[in-house]
């Protein structure tokens, strides 16, 4: 069964700081998903990384892909309050008829003024 | 244009009971997929339904099925329900059987007391 962890599970950050989250998956896959959740609401999909090397940014998130190392970051620059929440990253395992995503355990990200 | 939408929004449930949860996707969208996320945890796949067909089950038990309509929304049922199946259930919508991008519903709790 495809696994995905995520490390830390939690985190506790100063605002201003810059901090990545690593994702790591048990099997290949060109495609890698960050979501983010914030409390009792559902997932708001961050990124789409769709090939080994691809980079994408928007404001101070910054994620990437190596898929020869079957690891995805996600860089946090300069935090604000605001990035308070919980991120997931997501594989998807592509079968004969569909796919499903696989979720990592989530990064609880706490931003202290 | 409206997103996922799903119903009830809060569920209160007792042991043994049966459970409908609803989801319409969003218009134009083909595929659902219904994903359980227990407190603490990643979302967890359940079904994925495509044109009207089962396109992948996870693992999970016979208590869980699902179907879809022929206007697309779907709907969850769980028979029997068993305190641990207390969870956030999201559904996801997208246009095809075998997409990069998935949209997430606001979810439904459910509460098995």
């Known amino acids: 069964e495809l696994k995905v962890e995520q490390n830390p599970l939690f985190l506790s950050m100063q605002e201003g700081k810059n901090y990545t989250i690593y994702c790591n998956y048990s099997?290949?896959?060109?495609?890698l998903y960050w979501y983010r959740q914030d409390p009792g609401k559902s997932l708001e999909s961050l990124f789409v990384l769709l090939s080994n090397g691809a980079v994408k940014q928007e404001g101070r998130l910054m994620a990437s892909l190596d898929t020869k190392a079957r690891l995805s970051t996600l860089h946090i620059t300069a935090a604000v309050h605001d990035l308070s929440a919980t991120y997931f990253c997501?594989?998807?395992?592509?079968?004969?008829?569909?796919?499903?995503?696989?979720f990592g355990t989530g990064t609880s990200l706490t931003v202290i003024p | 244009d409206a997103g996922v939408t799903q119903s009830p929004t809060h569920l209160i449930k007792t042991r043994g009971q049966h459970v409908t949860l609803r989801c319409s996707p969003i218009?134009?969208?083909?595929?659902v997929s219904w994903y359980q996320q227990v407190l603490g945890q990643g979302p967890q796949f359940i079904f994925q339904?495509?044109?009207?067909?089962?396109?992948g089950r996870g693992n999970f038990p016979d208590r869980f099925s699902a179907r879809q309509f022929p206007n697309y929304s779907s709907e969850l049922n769980v028979n029997a329900l068993l305190l641990g199946d207390s969870a956030l259930y999201l559904c996801?919508?997208?246009?095809?059987?075998?997409?990069?991008?998935?949209?997430f519903g606001q979810g439904t709790r459910l509460t098995v007391v």
């Open positions: 997501a594989v998807d395992s592509i079968g004969n008829t569909g796919n499903q995503f696989y």
């Open positions: 218009s134009g969208h083909k595929s």
């Open positions: 339904y495509y044109e009207k067909e089962e396109r």
């Open positions: 099997t290949t896959s060109d495609r």
């Open positions: 996801a919508s997208s246009w095809g059987a075998t997409v990069t991008e998935a949209f």
